[in-house]
């Protein structure tokens, strides 16, 4: 894994970068935008300070810069680990990409572990999974699942909702800190890395012991915001299911229109007309649609919809 780079290496700039930043929670981005290209004289090379940069611009009202910054940051950093070329397309400098970096994501999920629990459950009334499981077992009634598969498991707040109706449950997530604290839990037969934006042969949801149509549940509960295009993930769920099997999962609701959008938050947002058509495009038929708040977000709600599809015969 590529080592992300906050500290410049050079003990001036990283100073420099500390005033810029309390001048920034102080009120005057200006004057934090102003320091931060000191310390970048002196670390042309920082992705993070460039991204530093980008950030203090953009709130001085200085759009341009903060474009400019961000380039830059596309140029350092070829992975994307920073998510430049999110921000970019929601500053309507770049057209919107249909996904993001998988090492953006990884390293956002990372770096989140130890503390998602508490941020989304505690803070942000996250409720995804319990509401997840509830539409599932009020469409399937008293039936007991032979295999169900929790992609994006995270730390396994979805297995523990629906671990008491299921004979062998896996999990798969992209970050390893987050399968890590899955393992904790002691619910899941299997966990392993997976990349719902790869094609089949190399997603990780397939191999020894994995085969093909093995679920009778598949499940996503927050996680195809993480994807613009929902078409791979779909193919993939299709090829996990059993001819009748359910597909239950979330998404964060678009505001208009037909397909999918990219928020301010850098997580995309899709409507109900696009997920049904692809739905039906990966051999799903949709079974029940519900709209939610799935979480808080700076004291607003963040609307979003659940469905549970049957894969066709």
């Known amino acids: 894994m590529q080592q992300i780079q906050f500290s410049s290496g ?38 993070a300070g460039w991204l530093r940069l980008a950030e203090y611009s953009e709130k001085a009202g ?33 057209p919107m990409p249909e996904q993001p970096s998988s090492r953006y994501v990884e390293a956002l999920f990372d770096d989140y572990a130890d503390r998602f629990e508490t941020s989304l ?19 399937a009634g008293e039936r007991r699942f032979r295999l169900a598969i929790d992609l994006g498991c995270g730390t396994g707040l979805f297995g523990v909702a629906i671990r008491d ?3 062998r449950l896996e999990g798969f997530d992209l970050s390893a ?29 397939f191999g020894s012991g994995l085969a093909g149509g093995r679920a009778d ?20 769920a299709a090829a996990l299911a059993a001819p009748g099997a359910l597909f239950a999962f979330s998404v964060e609701e678009a505001d208009a229109g037909q397909g999918f959008e990219l928020a301010p938050s850098l997580r995309y947002r899709h409507s109900e007309a696009y997920v049904r058509q692809a739905l039906a495009d990966a051999g799903f038929d949709t079974r029940q649609v519900t709209r939610s708040v ?19 015969a």
């Open 10 to 47: 050079n003990l001036t700039a990283d100073r420099r970068a500390d005033y810029a930043k309390m001048l920034s929670e102080g009120g005057d981005p200006a004057a934090a935008a102003e320091l931060m290209e000191q310390a970048l004289e002196l670390a042309p090379d920082w992705a």
């Open 62 to 94: 200085k759009i341009e810069a903060a474009i400019a910054a961000l380039r830059r940051v596309v140029i350092l950093d070829p992975q994307d680990v920073f998510a430049a070329r999110l921000k970019l397309a929601v500053l309507g400098a770049e």
């Open 121 to 139: 459950v505690e803070k942000l009334d996250y409720s995804v999974p319990g509401k997840l499981a509830t539409l599932i077992r009020e469409v």
């Open 165 to 167: 109706c299921v004979d």
């Open 177 to 205: 800190n987050m399968l890590a604290k899955a393992s904790v839990k002691q619910i899941y037969d299997h966990l392993g890395e997976a990349d719902l934006s790869l094609p089949t042969e190399r997603s990780g949801l």
């Open 217 to 236: 549940l598949v499940a996503a509960a927050d996680v195809l915001m993480y994807l613009g295009s929902l078409d791979n993930a779909f193919v993939l």
């Open 294 to 312: 799935i979480r808080m977000d700076s004291g607003k709600p963040v609307h979003g919809i659940l469905f549970l599809a049957e894969r066709r």
